[in-house]
T-cell receptor
Framework: AQTVTQSQPEMSVQEAETVTLSCTYD???????LFWYKQPPSRQMILVIR??????QNATENRFSVNFQKAAKSFSLKISDSQLGDAAMYFC???????????????FGKGTLLTVNP | ETGVTQSPTHLIKTRGQQVTLRCSSQ?????VSWYQQALGQGPQFIFQ???????GRGNFPPRFSGLQFPNYSSELNVNALELDDSALYLC???????????FGSGTRLTVV
């Protein structure tokens, strides 16, 4: 079974600075998707960024970028120029590629609570 | 484009009772998944529905059941509620040919 581990229960960053959130995962699959979701106090899971395992290039979305190390099974999220609105729980998630059934399910880590200090 | 709407937002039930949670999927999405998120934890997959049939289930007992309707809205039913069922229940819709998910804001269920 796939597992996702986020070893940092809490992180803090000063506004305008950079922070990196860590995520490792365990899978025997060679192709899969990885995601970072943000969950603010409104509770809705918001997709931050996604990475296809077959792509060597790291995904970027504006101030958000990932460091995907497939051999090490590591998928960290870097937030540049942190803003007060970035404060939230961040979840790393994994999904298999093969179609059908529960293969579509997302497997989440336990999350990292990010605080942004003014 | 509409998002995913869940109702109610909060609910308090007594142990042993039954509860029904509702979800309206995003327009164009034909698959709906339900997740349970206990306090301080990541969401756990309950089950997924496609074309009105369950086609994937996580490690949850049969007293967790669901329905998906022709308009792709969905229900999560939980019978014989236990205290440990207290959690945030999230609904997520998607299209089977895409890997993007749209989540609702969840229903906070408290069992007393």
């Amino acid at each position: 079974a796939q597992t996702v581990t986020q070893s940092q229960p809490e992180m803090s960053v000063q506004e305008a600075e950079t922070v990196t959130l860590s995520c490792t995962y365990d899978t025997s699959e060679s192709d899969y998707y990885l995601f970072w979701y943000k969950q603010p106090p409104s509770r809705q899971m918001i997709l931050v960024i996604r990475q296809e395992a077959y792509k060597q290039q790291n995904a970027t979305e504006n101030r958000f970028s990932v460091n995907f190390q497939k051999a090490a099974k590591s998928f960290s999220l870097k937030i540049s120029d942190s803003q007060l609105g970035d404060a939230a729980m961040y979840f790393c998630a994994y999904r298999r590629v093969n179609s059908g059934g529960s293969n579509y399910k997302l497997t989440f880590g336990k999350g990292t609570l990010l605080t942004v200090n003014p | 484009e509409t998002g995913v709407t869940q109702s109610p937002t909060h609910l308090i039930k007594t142990r042993g009772q039954q509860v029904t949670l509702r979800c309206s999927s995003q327009s164009g999405h034909n698959t709906v998944s339900w997740y349970q998120q206990a306090l301080g934890q990541g969401p756990q997959f309950i089950f997924q529905y496609y074309r009105e049939e369950e086609n994937g289930r996580g490690n949850f007992p049969p007293r967790f059941s669901g329905l998906q309707f022709p308009n792709y809205s969905s229900e999560l039913n939980v019978n014989a509620l236990e205290l440990d069922d207290s959690a945030l229940y999230l609904c997520a819709s998607s299209r089977t040919d895409l890997y993007g998910y749209t989540f609702g804001s969840g229903t906070r269920l408290t069992v007393v």
